[in-house]
C-alpha cells in the first residue's frame, strides 16, 4: 500500500483559512486520494477525496499536484470544531484505508 | 452521509470473558465492512476486512481465532474478541463501504471502547 506523509502537527487562527500538505511520491494511477478527519473519541469522518481534479464539496477543497505526488487539503475558514487529526490516505480498487500517524490540528480562537 | 452504528459503544468485562461488537449500516447495504483498532495517541491499524458472506481476510500480525469477525447480511458485521486480555483494550472502530456512492468512500461507526480488567 502506498504510504502518505504528512506534518504532525498545525496551527491556525480561527476564521483563516488552513492548507494541509500531502505528500504521496507512490501514489499508483488508480489510487484515490481520500481526507477523513478525527475527533478525540470519535470514528473517523470523511472529507474529501480525489483522482486527479480539484475537487470541492461543504467542507472543504481538495488541491492536487498535476503529478499526483501531492494534495492539499484546504479548508476556507476554520472554525474550533476543525481541531482534529487529519488523515491522507490513498485508498486503491481493494477498498482499503491505511492510515498513517495524520496530523493533529489546533485552531486558536 | 451514510450512517454507521456501532453497539455497545463501550464495555468493561473480566479477562478471559468475550466481548461482541456490532457494526450496522443503517440506511445502505455495505458488502464490505473493514474492522480497526486504536490504541490511545495511535493512528487507527486496519485489522480486518470483512466481505458479506464470506471469510474475513485479516492483516497481517492478527490473530483470527483471537478477534472472530462475521458478517451474515450486507447491513451488519460483529467482531468478537475471544478471552480477552488487558492488552486487548482499546479503540475498536468499524467502517463500511457504500458501493452504491462514489469510489472507495468509506463511512465509520462511533467506535466501541473495550476495557478488560
Known amino acids: 500500500d502506498a504510504k502518505t506523509t504528512q506534518p504532525n502537527s498545525m496551527e491556525s487562527n480561527e476564521e483563516e483559512p488552513v492548507h494541509l500538505p500531502c505528500n504521496h511520491s507512490?501514489?499508483?494511477?488508480?489510487?484515490?486520494i481520500h481526507w477523513y478527519r478525527q475527533l478525540p473519541s470519535q470514528g473517523p469522518e470523511y472529507v474529501i477525496h480525489?483522482?486527479?481534479s480539484n475537487v470541492n464539496n461543504r467542507m472543504a477543497s481538495l488541491a492536487i499536484a498535476e503529478d499526483r505526488k501531492s494534495s492539499t487539503l484546504i479548508l476556507h475558514r476554520a472554525t474550533l470544531r476543525d481541531a482534529a487529526v487529519y488523515y491522507c490516505?490513498?485508498?486503491?480498487?481493494?477498498?482499503?484505508?491505511?492510515f498513517g500517524q495524520g496530523t493533529t490540528l489546533q485552531v486558536k480562537p | 452521509g451514510a450512517v454507521v452504528s456501532q453497539h455497545p459503544s463501550w464495555v468493561i468485562c473480566k479477562s478471559g470473558t468475550s466481548v461482541k461488537i456490532e457494526c450496522r449500516s443503517l440506511?445502505?447495504?455495505?458488502?464490505?465492512m473493514f474492522w480497526y483498532r486504536q490504541f490511545p495517541k495511535q493512528s487507527l491499524m486496519l485489522m480486518a476486512t470483512?466481505?458479506?458472506?464470506?471469510?474475513?481476510?485479516?492483516e497481517q500480525g492478527v490473530e483470527k481465532d483471537k478477534f472472530l469477525i462475521n458478517h451474515a447480511s450486507l447491513t451488519l458485521s460483529t467482531l468478537t474478541v475471544t478471552s480477552a486480555h488487558p492488552e486487548d483494550s482499546s479503540f475498536y472502530i468499524c467502517?463500511?463501504?457504500?458501493?452504491?456512492?462514489?469510489?472507495?468512500?468509506?463511512?465509520f461507526g462511533p467506535g466501541t471502547r473495550l476495557t478488560v480488567l
Open positions: 467502517s463500511a463501504r457504500d458501493f452504491g456512492r462514489a469510489a472507495n468512500e468509506q463511512f
Open positions: 507512490t501514489i499508483s494511477g488508480t489510487d484515490y
Open positions: 480525489g483522482l486527479t
Open positions: 490516505i490513498l485508498a486503491s480498487n481493494t477498498g482499503k484505508l491505511i
Open positions: 440506511d445502505f447495504q455495505a458488502t464490505t
Open positions: 470483512s466481505n458479506e458472506g464470506s471469510k474475513a481476510t485479516y
